[in-house]
């Protein structure tokens, strides 16, 4: 069971897409030199440009997510909260599809919270606020604005879980997102779709929790699995956090990007 939306997107946004994939397909072909963060989609510009690299997925500041001092008082209040960032486009995130698997969750954690970062800057907000209060979450389920950046830091350092849940359609297939880069290098257990390059990249309860089937039942499965085996989820998100550090630190991935030019 999958939570669809209603569409958001109208005829002028449909024209300006269409224009923009024009104008990008140019500067494709007239580039000297691309680089890409994923397999298929170098197969997709190979079409209009050879002269395409395929490099490791997206760059972090490592040392600037990886460090973080909890509060000892904050610590010890043992608030659990699911974070997830980025916006609330359904085919993209999955985000529609999350509540409805927290309300599953709700059930019988009910210490548990759900906290959507940045959510409140987009259209769909509205909709999702209703969803919760139809499922009377409202008090479980939070939303922000957009928050600084030293903010998101502690926000991903204090969660039980960090959530990207990408569908498996032909845009997710083709990205790799940025932020799964971010959740890896805090440590903090992180729970995954397995589409595309995550799939490739992360090994499912080893430095990630993947979901293969993104319906509600698996993901509030695999949501109450992490929470009730601390120890374990921990030692999945230590792991995680060193596979950031040796894949995705701007600094290794800078070194690589100069001997490949040279």
């Keep these: ?45 190979y079409k209009f440009n050879k002269r395409v690299r395929n490099f490791p997925g997206e760059i972090v500041d ?75 979450l409202e008090k479980k389920v939070i939303f922000t604005n957009f928050v600084r950046e030293i ?3 502690k926000i991903y350092h204090y969660a039980s879980i960090l959530v990207v849940l990408k569908p498996d359609n032909h845009r997710n297939y083709r990205n790799f997102p940025g932020k799964i880069t971010e959740y890896l290098s805090t440590g903090t257990p992180v729970i995954s779709s397995s589409v595309g390059a995550l799939s490739k990249i992360l090994n499912n309860n080893k430095t990630a929790f993947l979901v293969e089937d993104l319906s509600i039942k698996n993901i509030a499965n695999k949501l109450k699995f992490i929470l009730t085996n601390k120890s374990f989820s921990n030692n999945v998100g230590k792991k995680g956090q060193l596979l950031a550090k040796e894949t995705f630190d701007k600094k290794k991935i800078a070194k690589k990007l100069i001997e490949f030019i040279e």
Excluded: H, W
């Excluded at 002028?12 to 989609?41: A, E, H, P, W």
């Design 1 to 45: 069971e999958t939570y669809i939306p209603p569409p958001y997107i109208n005829g002028f946004q449909k024209f300006r897409g269409y224009l923009s994939s024009y104008f990008v397909k140019i500067g494709l072909f007239y580039s000297d030199m691309i680089f890409t963060n994923t397999s298929q989609l170098k197969n997709d510009i």
């Design 151 to 153: 903010n998101l830091k």
């Design 62 to 136: 490592y040392n600037y997510f990886s460090k973080f001092e909890k509060s000892i008082f904050l610590s010890k209040l043992n608030c659990k909260y699911i974070a997830y960032v980025g916006n609330l486009v359904e085919d993209q995130n999955g985000s529609f599809t999350l509540l409805k698997a927290f309300s599953e969750l709700a059930r019988t954690e009910k210490d548990t919270y759900l906290v959507y970062v940045g959510g409140k800057g987009y259209p769909q907000y509205k909709t999702l606020l209703k969803c919760s209060k139809d499922l009377n």
